[in-house]
Structures are given as C-alpha cells and as structure tokens.
C-alpha cells in the first residue's frame, strides 16, 4: 500500500499525522511537494523533507492520496494536482482532503458537499480540519488496514477517547 500525502508551505501537518502513522502500518507514506518546495515549512513550525516531487508522481503507484490542509493559495500547479486528484478517482484509489484539502478535492471532480462532518463518498474522504481523528479513521477503514471490527473499535477507543485497552 502506498499513500502519497501532498503537504504545501503553511500546510497544518497535524491533520494528516495521524493518517500517516496509521497507513504505514500497512504499508509506504511519501510526501509529495511542489518542485520548488522541497522542504515544507508547516504551519506548527515543522520543516518535512519530501520524498518526491508531484509532476514525477505515477498514478499507477498510488493506493492512497491525501491532500492536507493550510494555506491553499501557496499551491502554485492547481491544475495538475486536480489532474492527479480525478485521475485517482477515475481508477478508484483513495482521495483524501482535509480542511482546505477538502475544498482542493471538491472543486477538482466538481463536487458539492454540505457536509459539516467526515464524509466517504465511494472512494472519497473528505473532513473539516477538526475532524482529523474521524479523517484518519476513516482512511484506514477505506484502506483495509483494521485487521476486523473489534481492532477498529480498539483504535477508535484509543485515539478519540483515550481509552486504554485493558
């Protein structure tokens, strides 16, 4: 399983540090960046090194993409990243977006959504920002990652309501 999260300067990494530490369970997390941004300065003081730039991504090596939240106006090649984002949802591979990463997914396959909450619409998941336990969840449920229905609950316990399993 391969999960490319694309992060952009002023990105809020901790909307999606959660998904990445749950699908590399499964599997390979890469960054992906804009070309000229390959350090990306997060909006809680992170710099995060990427592993690859977004125009050498092949779709074909995507199982998961996931579009954080920030700062969207330091996105430079919106084109192309709603290119990448349909052509995952053409081939039914995981889109993820979070707080302005949902609007990024939105407006590239041309959805409106009212939602307030998190949402799953066929292979696509989108949440506000504050939903970011309820973002990563839901990506791992997507991804299969929870080996049955009793190891989702343990993780839901744990990671919303802080409950120990005993």
């Known amino acids: 399983m391969n999960t490319y999260i694309f992060l952009y300067p002023e990105t809020s990494f901790f909307e999606v540090n ?12 890469f960054i992906v960046t804009e070309r000229e941004n390959k350090i990306i ?7 995060i090194l990427s592993d690859a730039f977004i125009d050498e991504v092949q779709v074909e ?3 998961a993409f996931i579009i954080c939240g920030g700062e969207i106006k330091n996105i430079s090649n919106k084109p192309l990243l709603y290119n990448i984002i349909n052509k995952c949802k053409e081939k039914n591979k995981i889109v993820g977006g ?12 041309d959805l409106v959504d009212h939602s307030e909450k998190t949402c799953v619409i066929d292979n696509i998941i989108l949440s506000p920002g504050y939903e970011y336990v309820d973002f990563a969840l839901e990506v791992g449920r997507k991804a299969d990652i929870f080996e049955d229905e009793d190891d989702y609950k ?13």
């Open 154 to 166: 343990e993780t839901i316990n744990f990671f919303k309501f802080f409950q120990h399993p005993e």
């Open 98 to 109: 979070i707080c302005a990463g949902r609007d990024l997914v939105k407006n590239a396959i």
């Open 61 to 63: 090596d995507i199982d």
């Open 41 to 47: 300065c997060t909006n809680e003081g992170v710099k």
């Open 18 to 29: 959660l998904v990445a530490y749950f699908m590399k369970t499964k599997g390979n997390v």
